[in-house]
């Protein structure tokens, strides 16, 4: 007879409670707790970059909302993911952890095992409803932007080309080259 191992399921509150003795980064997907690689040198000069483009942009022109990066957001009672950069737009879903509920815009920086970017989280997030949802992968220099608000098609864009960011509208678009932003 073969044995059968489950995997132990977490709820948000259990996950929480765990933190008190895991000690390696880590997110909650679909109740089950996913440790994440420390982020390296390119990877956060891109987050720090991004995140200061982005907040300067809406600084001027989304009164209302916000940008936070490297905080939990909690998507449901099992799952909490630690996006590299989010936008919301309800400030009373914060707490002093965490973000409840789903942000408009996140972007992923890809770290070097992507998968978890690239499959995971990108199917976490579209049934989430997350409008907008980018991953900026250094390795490649391309950035794949998934429009799930309107059903298009991903876009790849190489790091020279210019994205808009679809989520704040065409009037005063938010426009990014990632070349522009690496030293």
């Known amino acids: 007879m073969e ?23 880590s997110e909650l997907i679909n109740g089950e707790i996913d440790y994440m690689p420390t982020p390296g040198i390119r990877h956060q000069q891109l987050q720090l970059k991004l995140a200061g483009r982005i907040d300067a942009y809406l600084a001027s022109h989304r009164n209302g909302m916000f940008l936070l990066a490297g905080a939990d957001v909690k998507l449901s ?9 989010f936008v919301a737009s309800d400030k009373s879903k914060l707490d002093d952890t965490k973000y ?47 429009f799930f608000e309107n059903e298009r098609f991903a876009e ?26 690496l030293f």
């Open 77 to 85: 009672d099992t799952n909490v993911v630690v996006p590299d950069i």
């Open 100 to 146: 409840n509920g789903v942000p408009e815009f996140i972007i992923e920086v890809a770290s070097d095992t992507p998968s978890d970017d690239y499959f995971k989280k990108l199917v976490l997030y579209k049934e989430s409803g997350v409008r907008e949802y980018w991953i900026v992968d250094p390795k490649s220099e391309k950035t794949t932007v998934y």
């Open 3 to 25: 044995n059968i191992v489950m995997e132990r399921k977490y709820t948000v509150d259990e996950y929480y409670n765990a933190l008190e003795w895991i000690r390696e980064r």
């Open 156 to 181: 790849s864009y190489t790091f020279d080309e210019e994205i808009t960011a679809a989520v704040f509208g065409n009037e005063s678009p938010l426009a990014i080259t990632v070349r522009s932003l």
